[in-house]
């Protein structure tokens, strides 16, 4: 295997791992508000909050969410 590929590889599911915690935990939070700009035109702007708490609850949740998934109680 070439040299170049297994740390893309690597780096890619790493990656992968991180935007599927990251959707999962509803880390990012969406808004958009509607507002009056100067010129009196209505215009609507979206705001981005992100919760990082919630994706540290979601790792540290991860045992829980193994055991109910296999059956555990």
């Known amino acids: 295997?070439?040299?170049?590929?297994?740390?893309v590889i690597?780096?890619?599911?790493?990656?992968?791992i991180f935007y599927y915690i990251f959707v999962n935990?509803?880390?990012l939070e969406i808004t958009t508000?509607?507002?009056?700009?100067a010129s009196g035109m209505p215009?609507?702007?979206?705001?981005?909050?992100?919760?990082?708490?919630?994706?540290g609850d979601y790792i540290k949740?991860?045992?829980e969410r193994i055991k109910k998934a296999f059956g555990g109680s």
């Open 25 to 27: 935990s509803n880390t």
């Open 10 to 16: 690597f780096i890619f599911v790493l990656a992968c």
């Open 43 to 55: 215009s609507q702007r979206t705001v981005y909050l992100y919760h990082w708490d919630r994706f």
């Open 33 to 37: 508000e509607s507002y009056t700009n």
């Open 1 to 7: 295997m070439h040299a170049f590929f297994k740390p």
């Open 61 to 63: 949740n991860t045992p």
